[in-house]
């Protein structure tokens, strides 16, 4: 029972619920999910982060990208509960739109046609002899900007 209340947690936002249903698909790279979702990488990543913590995903690094998979093992009412959440969800529009939007983009060979991402260490390599901001002062500056 925790299991399936831990899904219904993690699925509780909508860019989540996205995710998931375009993971659905089979393993995707951050970028391709950005592309789809028009959200920002920071955005992105933390909401991979919470679904990938609460046990649903899988990750791994290809080159400088991480790329996400749907975690194999959850239980069979959690399966059950994916499979439905597919069935009902991908008769929406918005889903039918996502999916169109991530075809499109792996059309243009998606990573490939992107610059890497910047590291973090040489974002704060750029402000020499300032202090190391912690996570919640990064995300505040990030929502003045």
């Given at each position: 029972m925790e299991q399936l209340a831990q899904?219904?947690?993690a699925l509780s936002e909508e860019t989540?619920?996205?995710?998931?249903?375009?993971?659905?698909?089979?393993?995707?790279?951050?970028c391709d999910i950005q592309a789809v979702l028009d959200e920002p990488?920071?955005?992105?990543?933390r909401h991979l982060a919470y679904l990938k913590h609460s046990g649903l995903l899988i990750s791994k690094r290809v080159g400088v990208w991480?790329?996400?998979?749907?975690?194999?093992?959850?239980?069979?009412r959690c399966k059950?509960?994916?499979?439905f959440?597919?069935?009902?969800?991908?008769?929406?529009?918005?889903?039918?739109?996502d999916r169109k939007k991530l075809r499109e983009f792996q059309k243009t060979k998606g990573c490939e046609a992107l610059p890497p991402p910047?590291?973090?260490?040489?974002?704060?390599a750029g402000r020499a002899g300032a202090p190391e901001r912690s996570g919640r002062q990064k995300r505040q500056g990030e929502r003045k900007r």
């Open positions: 899904l219904y947690k989540r619920i996205r995710i998931m249903l375009l993971l659905m698909q089979g393993e995707l790279c951050v990488q920071s955005k992105i990543s991480m790329h996400y998979l749907i975690r194999e093992s959850a239980d069979g059950a509960q994916l499979a959440m597919e069935e009902q969800l991908s008769k929406l529009p918005q889903y039918r739109a910047r590291r973090a260490g040489l974002q704060a």
